[in-house]
């Protein structure tokens, strides 16, 4: 993420943006020199799991070890609880848990863990879309171009637009937020998909909105694009946004 700032610094054109894009590079300095967030929004902590499959987890409840973590993890780390227990009465639950756990099983012996914290701006600016077959490609654009012009300043960009094409309704969404676990710039195993992630890529940043909403050619700094077989009358498109502040860590067991 601190090389696209860099990169997309150097060829803003914008003096807003420029200076925008200045400040979110000393800002990502002072975090990891002080080891403090670079933004006050900790997130939701979004967790994938590889489980292998010949993985036996004993001594205990393998989820309530994540949430515990989690909750260590936010308390030492003085990091901002922002979950609320119940979705409509808003009582915050203290330590940041429950976690949303994603779990895949997956061939061998090793377990691997992503958490991928989630802040509130930019995921309340994602969208997902039953498109009908016959929208195909450009409907697709369509969609994308419309959630980033929406969203407009609210997730902070420079952003990273993760999409999802196919699977159903859920599937689309998720496909959305592994998308946003890629590197950078890391394009699509998929010719086409590749294309199509430059394509919207150069679309967005026609958009204008620029860093932090006040103008300029750097709106997103990477589109990724992830895609799953789907019905023959389907064509769901999920868009989830990630704000600069990208925060993945991994490990593997």
């Given at each position: 993420?601190?090389?696209?700032?860099?990169?997309?610094?150097?060829?803003?054109?914008?003096?807003?943006?420029?200076?925008?894009?200045?400040?979110?590079?000393?800002?990502?300095?002072?975090?990891?020199?002080?080891?403090?967030?670079?933004?006050?929004?900790?997130?939701?902590?979004?967790?994938?799991?590889?489980?292998?499959?010949?993985?036996?987890?004993?001594?205990?409840?393998?989820?309530?070890?994540?949430?515990?973590?989690?909750?260590k993890?936010?308390?030492?780390?003085?990091?901002?609880?922002?979950?609320?227990?119940?979705?409509?009465?808003?009582?915050?639950?203290?330590?940041?848990?429950?976690?949303?756990?994603?779990?895949?099983?997956?061939?061998g012996?090793?377990?691997?863990i992503?958490?991928?914290?989630?802040?509130?701006?930019?995921?309340?600016?994602?969208?997902?879309?039953?498109?009908?077959?016959?929208?195909?490609?450009?409907?697709?654009?369509?969609?994308?171009?419309?959630?980033?012009?929406?969203?407009?300043?609210?997730?902070?960009?420079?952003?990273?637009?993760?999409?999802?094409?196919?699977?159903?309704?859920?599937k689309?969404?998720?496909?959305?937020?592994?998308?946003?676990?890629?590197?950078?710039?890391?394009?699509?195993?998929?010719?086409?998909?590749?294309?199509?992630?430059?394509?919207?890529?150069?679309?967005?940043n026609?958009?204008?909105?620029?860093?932090?909403?006040?103008?300029?050619?750097?709106?997103?700094?990477?589109?990724?694009?992830?895609?799953?077989?789907?019905?023959?009358a389907?064509?769901?498109?999920?868009?989830?946004?990630?704000?600069?502040?990208?925060?993945?860590?991994?490990?593997?067991?």
């Amino acid at each position: 993420m601190l090389d696209g700032l860099q990169k997309a610094y150097e060829q803003e054109i914008s003096p807003n943006g420029k200076e925008i894009i200045r400040q979110l590079l000393m800002n990502a300095g002072i975090a990891r020199e002080e080891r403090v967030p670079m933004c006050q929004d900790t997130g939701c902590a979004v967790v994938f799991v590889d489980l292998g499959q010949d993985v036996r987890i004993v001594g205990g409840d393998f989820y309530e070890a994540i949430n515990e973590g989690v909750r260590k993890g936010y308390k030492e780390g003085y990091l901002r609880k922002s979950i609320v227990s119940h979705p409509l009465e808003r009582k915050n639950t203290g330590d940041n848990t429950p976690a949303v756990i994603h779990t895949k099983i997956v061939p061998g012996e090793n377990l691997r863990i992503t958490v991928a914290p989630k802040g509130g701006g930019s995921e309340n600016m994602s969208a997902v879309k039953m498109l009908k077959p016959s929208e195909g490609v450009e409907g697709v654009k369509k969609f994308v171009l419309e959630v980033v012009k929406a969203a407009g300043p609210d997730p902070c960009p420079p952003v990273v637009v993760g999409v999802g094409i196919g699977g159903t309704f859920e599937k689309a969404a998720l496909l959305a937020k592994e998308a946003l676990l890629r590197d950078l710039g890391e394009k699509s195993k998929h010719p086409d998909i590749a294309k199509l992630e430059e394509e919207i890529l150069t679309e967005v940043n026609k958009l204008g909105i620029g860093p932090q909403g006040l103008g300029g050619r750097t709106t997103a700094l990477a589109v990724h694009i992830e895609i799953f077989a789907a019905h023959i009358a389907s064509l769901p498109v999920a868009v989830n946004i990630n704000c600069h502040a990208a925060r993945h860590k991994e490990i593997v067991l």
